[in-house]
């Protein structure tokens, strides 16, 4: 398999790749695995692709040398009354992340990680947070970027990078 790939700025015409991606994130443990109709129509996981792309909105994509989308990082900031799973604060952007099976383990979650964290920096946020299921691999890559759990939750736990 190659490992070459490159990133490039989400746009609204990313809205269904990023779809794909919040499935495979719901879907990372062994088993079988949620349809897209059940992972999308839910309110926990549709909302973190619901009217992409939306004020505030921004993230990145991961591509092969041939262009075909292999895993995708964004966030939202949510309102205290509509909460994300990996809700800290007014103001604190979550972020999502997704990668195809077969492109984890060669960077570029990694890759997506640090270039969305240089985005919302650049947008002034202070902060960037996330929620990890327990027992979810990434969770050693997401402290590896300076991730760290703030909050615990029945199965999950809300981590946070302090970004200045």
């Keep these: 398999m190659r490992t070459a790939y490159h990133l490039r700025p989400a746009t609204a015409a990313d809205g269904a790749f990023l779809g794909d991606m919040v499935v495979e994130a719901a879907n990372w443990r062994d088993g079988p695995a949620r349809s897209r109709y059940e992972v999308l129509t839910s309110p926990d996981y549709g909302r973190y692709v619901g009217g992409w792309m939306r004020p505030g909105d921004a993230g990145f994509v991961a591509l092969t040398e041939s262009d075909d989308p292999i895993g995708a990082a964004w ?7 509509d ?8 103001g604190v952007p979550e972020l999502i992340i997704g990668v195809r099976p077969i492109w984890r383990a060669h960077g570029v979650g990694r890759a997506l990680l640090r270039r969305l964290s240089e ?36 199965g999950r736990d809300t981590m ?3 970004l200045r």
Excluded: W
Excluded at 75 to 81: A, H, K, L, M
Excluded at 124 to 143: D, H, K, M, P, Q
């Design 83 to 90: 909460p994300g799973f990996g809700y800290v604060a007014t």
């Design 119 to 154: 985005r919302a920096r650049s947008e002034g946020a202070t902060r960037l947070s996330l929620s990890v299921e327990r027992g979810n691999f990434a969770a050693t890559l997401y402290r590896s970027e300076g991730f760290a759990v703030t909050q615990s939750g029945f």
């Design 160 to 162: 946070v990078k302090r």
């Design 75 to 81: 966030f939202r900031t949510f309102p205290r009354t």
